[in-house]
T-cell receptor, first 113, second 111 residues
Framework: DQQVKQNSPSLSVQEGRISILNCDYT??????FLWYKKYPAEGPTFLIS?????DKNEDGRFTVFLNKSAKHLSLHIVPSQPGDSAVYFC????????????FGTGTRLKVLA | GAGVSQSPSNKVTEKGKDVELRCDPI?????LYWYRQSLGQGLEFLIY????????KSGLPSDRFSAERTGGSVSTLTIQRTQQEDSAVYLC?????????FGQGTRLTVV
């Protein structure tokens, strides 16, 4: 079963506008969430994370929002830049003792100049 | 080294052959993960190491897949009797403070 879901496989946004990428999870034991960005032929790179004790974390142009009751998180990028064009993965982890990260299937973001 | 290093970066092998993929994690990182990404798919968890032990190997697709880690550092992922469906990018990551750092991956093509 897909415990972390990214239901939008792709998203196109105009440069300067806001990009909103969404992620849903099913396992209530998850308590730590991350976003990664991946360019072709490279490994994913860490963007931003959030603990379940928070509902928002901001780092420059990137903000992650967590809605625990809805088991939903989102990544906001504002303003979007052409260099942000990549595949974005959300990931979740729990403290069940395994600490493995479960990834979603990714959303391909294209920022149009 | 500054980051996670994987070798080889590309590997083409014939169906039925065995392959070994190597991962050098960031020095001092005790946790190490293997994932794979098949064409058009997300990141599929394979195995997680804490030190030299693997408390979670639930993602290994079959008994043809095995992994080990020695000295709490280098890890090798071995695929025996490779099949075409094993073709994917195999990614290794190590983590510290709740953040996983990935290598560039090994692209495996089984022909």
């Amino acid at each position: 079963d897909q415990q972390v879901k990214q239901n939008s496989p792709s998203l196109s946004v105009q440069e300067g506008r806001i990009s909103i990428l969404n992620c849903d999870y099913t396992n209530s034991m998850f308590d730590y969430f991350l976003w990664y960005k991946k360019y072709p032929a490279e490994g994913p790179t860490f963007l931003i994370s959030i603990s379940s004790i928070k509902d928002k974390n901001e780092d420059g142009r990137f903000t992650v929002f967590l809605n625990k009751s809805a088991k939903h998180l989102s990544l906001h990028i504002v303003p979007s830049q052409p260099g942000d064009s990549a595949v974005y993965f959300c990931a979740a982890s729990g403290t069940s003792g395994t600490y493995k990260y479960i990834f979603g299937t990714g959303t391909r973001l294209k920022v149009l100049a | 080294g500054a980051g996670v290093s994987q070798s080889p970066s590309n590997k083409v092998t014939e169906k039925g052959k065995d392959v070994e993929l190597r991962c050098d994690p960031i020095s001092g990182h005790t946790a190490l993960y293997w994932y794979r990404q098949s064409l058009g798919q997300g990141l599929e968890f394979l195995i997680y190491f804490q030190g030299n032990s693997a408390p979670d190997k639930s993602g290994l697709p079959s008994d043809r897949f095995s992994a080990e880690r020695t000295g709490g550092s280098v890890s090798t992922l071995t695929i025996q009797r490779t099949q075409q469906e094993d073709s994917a990018v195999y990614l290794c990551a190590s983590s510290s403070q709740g953040r996983a750092f990935f290598g560039q991956g090994t692209r495996l093509t089984v022909v």
